[in-house]
Each structure stands twice: as C-alpha cells, then as structure tokens.
C-alpha cells in the first residue's frame, strides 16, 4: 500500500514545497525530495541524511574545507519505497576538530540545494559540517573549548488539502524562526518534541506517518538549518501518536520506525528495552535524550491499580542514572573517572521541575519523579541541567533540594541539611500556538527584562558553554521568530543579557562529603 501511496502521488503537496523554481533547479534536483540533513556527528564518522523522491541512488562527497585536491565518496544508498526514500550516509573518512565541505550526488549527479526564494536571494547553500574537538589529555589543562548549541520543541507545518483544521487561524506560522536559528549558527540543534504533528489521518497507518513527516522535513525554510548542523531529537506526543498518548498506543512502533528514520540520532533504545532514548558528548557537557512516551502511563484518572504510574519507566531511570554515574567527576565516594563533564544536559518532552503541577510536568508521576531525583542526589551528580518543551510558552525553573541523610527512604536522600540545585529551560513553540503557563510557579526564575518572567509567544533558545575548564558557564539566551534577543539587558548593548541569564557549573554542583 505505501508503494501504491507513493506512485499515485501521495507526496504531491509535499514537492511542491520542496522542488524550487525552474531558475533554481540543476539538472538532478527534481530527485531531491528533503534534506541534506547533518545527523550525529563524532570524531570518527558523521551521518549525512537525505531524501529522495522516488528510488535514487545517493552518495555524499566531501573534502577537508578548503582542500578540494583530495576527496571521498560515501558508499552509494539505494532509496526505496518501503524507507520512505530516505538515505542515510556516513562520512567516515574524517579526523576530530576538521571541518568539511560536501555535495550531495544521486544518480551520477551533483545536486545544489539552494535557499527558498525569499532568503538570501535563493542561492547555494554552504554544504559543511564540523567533528568535535578530541581536547582531554592532549592539551595542558584539558584546556576546554567554547561552543553553543540551539533547541526547541512544537514545530507544526499547515497542511492543505483538508489535513488542518477547518476554518480560522492556521495553527502553523512564523517558519522564518528556522531560518534565524541558522543565523545564530550553533554548533548543534536538539529538536525537544512535537517535532512533527500526526493528525488522526496520519498515525493510524504507516503510510500516513511517513506522508506527514516527508511534507514537514520538505519545508523550505528548513533547508539551511538541517543542511549545516548536527541535529538530534527527542519525541513528545505529537510526533508518537495522539495527544497524550502512552504506552497503550496501538500503533507505536510505526511511528518510532518513522522518527528514527526521519532524524540521525546515534542510537535508539538498548537490547531488551526498546525506545528512542540515546546519548552524546560534545565538548564538556553531556546529553541524554529520554523518551517520555514509550513505557508512560496514560492520565492520571487512569491510574494502575497496583503500582504508581510511570513516565520513563524504570528501565530507563536506571539507565539514566547509571550512565550519569559512570560519567560523573569526583563523586561522592572520591571515585574520578577518565571522562568527567562540567554538564549533564537532560532532554525531555515534559517539563521537569516546574510547579504548580499540571497534566503536563514530570512531577505528576510522583513516585517516579522522587526516585530519579533521590538517586541524582545520592549519587552527588554535578550540573544537572533540564531541557524540555511541550507546553508551548518558555521559562527557566530553578529547583533546590536539600538532602535528608536517609538513603533509600523517598525525599531523603542526600547529604543531610545540603543543598542540591537544579535548572531546567524549557523553551516552547517554535512555529505552532503559543499560550502561557501558570501565573505562580515558585521555582520560576525570571531571567526577562521588565515585568515579563516567561516568554509567550513563538521562540527558540541557544546555550553557549564557556570559560576556562575550572570555572565553566553557561549562557541562556531566547529569541523571537525573527531573532530578535528577548532576555536582553535593559540599558545594555546589544546582545548583552540578564545577569540571570549566566549560570556557573561550580552553582550546580552537588555537596560533597569531607
């Protein structure tokens, strides 16, 4: 059937996105369905995705920037029906700290992605990718490097053709956000869910899944953002199934085959505990992308009869955990391992600290919250740092803690009377509704000019890490749909933020026993 969806013209709304004026076109661009996208990225191999718009043959050629005398080929892909066309190829002929430029062939032919007509006058994008810097034990100090990366979650792209809601105000707009994403040129973007939404005429079938994803992945204005960062993702319902679903939605496995396909993240899930959640190391900060959809309990009026419900799982809880452990620098017990982190970025769809609790934050799943939190406690993990989206406004939440000296009994675990802090930003939508949160939340902290304490309207953020090994910061900065700084300093040059806005590592880091 998604042969027959395919030949039939099924994706018909989705080229007219993608194919670009006659002026624009080469000779092999009507093969090009979406992409060049930048998946992960390492010091030994990067993933470079692309989509085609019917059975293709794709490979990547690449060079050290600004050295064409010597380049390489990735092995050819074979784009067929039942992958949604999609070829995913690994560059792995590169060294750590290199930049490289690259083109995309299919079928024997250079193809030149260029930017919609409207930006930057329609010209070639600059195809290039960076592998990160291998910096601990080569240079006096573990001298670190400074770099930044951009998030954000809820992207809905209007769909015509009696797919969108009828009547009214389209729930999509303002695509032009991704375009200045592009302009602030962050070393990496992580994608924070509802990074497509599946409409009832979509998860219910494979070949709707894949139809949705191909007509968001085809906008235009995407093109120069996937085509030169590294892009990772997380899920949140609207891009596992319907809104609010759990572990009882019937046809999850299809739309965990679609997003693994439509993203490049380096894994998905372990043996024996399925998923989407994974991890990466770039520079001295940590990221571990959790999937909040797979083993959660549906709401609340559904709850189990014999145990609490689950968000995570504890499977993945312990996971999470133990690769926070194993990864920590000086812990509790004075165990230093090789590869310490000044950061432990952790993604997730739901907000994780916010209160007042809502159908939406992790804190409605008790048991499961206090278990995760007592053991990043009692393992004396060091700045521990939150992502999250979903809820469509964006703030900052600071949570303190303190310890109660009494491992194993929930709420008090921790060094007794000290106290363990945690930050979370949350940043939501990028292109669908905005709305707003609770006007009380006591762990807001408002790092906004003026009376404005979170953001309501579309936004993304970046979080830049800098500063010498020993004294690391972080820097959060949001910005509107045309980029425009939203926590800047009141009397300030431009570009300047709040002093709330910059958080040390040495702020996050847990007590330790004398």
């Given amino acids: 059937m998604l042969g027959q969806f395919f030949r039939r013209g099924g994706f018909g709304l989705a080229l007219l996105v993608a194919v670009q004026s006659t002026s624009e076109a080469d000779n092999t661009y009507d093969k090009l369905e979406s992409g060049p996208m930048i998946g ?22 690449y060079w050290h920037k600004g050295d064409p005398a010597t380049k390489w080929l990735t092995e050819p892909i074979r784009t067929k029906n039942d992958t949604a066309f999609v070829a995913k190829c690994l560059a792995d002929k590169v060294r750590s700290d290199a930049s490289y430029d690259y083109e995309v062939w299919i079928d024997g032919g250079k193809v030149t992605p260029r930017f919609r007509d409207g930006y930057r006058e329609g010209g070639p994008i600059p195809l290039e990718f960076s592998t990160p810097k291998n910096w601990r034990f080569r240079e006096e100090g573990h001298r670190v490097f400074d770099f930044s990366i951009g998030f954000g979650s809820c992207a809905y792209i209007n769909q015509e053709g009696g797919y969108d809601r009828l009547g009214g105000k389209p729930y999509g707009g303002g695509y032009e956000i991704f375009e200045s994403i592009y302009e602030k040129d962050p070393d990496l973007f992580i994608w924070l869910g509802d990074n497509v939404y599946l409409r009832e005429s979509d998860w219910s079938s494979r070949t709707g899944i894949f139809q949705r994803w191909t007509h968001d992945r085809s906008l235009p204005h995407l093109r120069g953002l996937l085509a030169s960062t590294p892009n990772y993702a997380i899920w949140d319902d609207h891009d596992y199934g319907p809104n609010n679903a ?101 993604c997730v769809g739901n907000p994780v600290l916010a209160d007042p609790r809502t159908d939406d934050s992790y804190r409605m799943f008790d048991e499961e919250w206090q278990y995760l939190m007592d053991r990043i406690m009692e393992e004396g993990i060091d700045g521990v740092v939150f992502l999250s989206g979903d809820v469509h406004f964006s703030e900052v939440n600071v949570l303190e803690l303190k310890g109660g000296g009494q491992p194993g009994k929930p709420g008090k675990a921790g060094l007794k009377g000290k106290t363990y802090r945690f930050i979370e930003f949350t940043c939501s939508p990028l292109t669908s509704g905005a709305s707003s949160g609770s006007n009380k939340n006591e762990t807001r902290l408002d790092i906004f000019p003026g009376k404005m304490d979170q953001i309501k309207e579309r936004n993304f953020a970046t979080l830049a890490f800098s500063g010498p090994l020993d004294d690391r910061k972080m820097t959060i900065k949001y910005f509107d749909t045309e980029g425009e700084l939203l926590n800047q300093k009141e009397d300030a040059a431009e570009g300047i933020v709040t002093d709330a806005s910059v958080i040390s590592a040495s702020w996050l880091k847990a007590p330790r026993r004398k």
């Fill in 40 to 61: 992960y990225a390492t010091m030994a191999e990067v993933l470079i995705w692309v989509q085609t718009t019917g059975p293709a043959k794709v490979q990547i050629k």
């Fill in 246 to 346: 759990g572990w009882e939605f019937w046809n999850k496995d299809q739309t965990a085959e679609a997003f693994s396909l439509f993203f490049g993240n380096p894994s998905a899930g372990l043996p024996g505990t399925p998923g989407i959640f994974s991890f990466f190391n770039y520079g001295d900060a940590n990221f571990y992308l959790l999937d909040n959809r797979t083993y959660r309990d549906g709401p609340e009026h559904l709850k189990p009869f014999d145990r609490e419900r689950d968000m995570l799982g504890k499977e993945q809880v312990d996971w999470l955990v133990s690769s926070l452990k194993y990864r920590q620098g000086q812990s509790t017990d004075g165990w230093t391992p090789s590869y310490p982190s000044n950061f432990n970025i952790i």
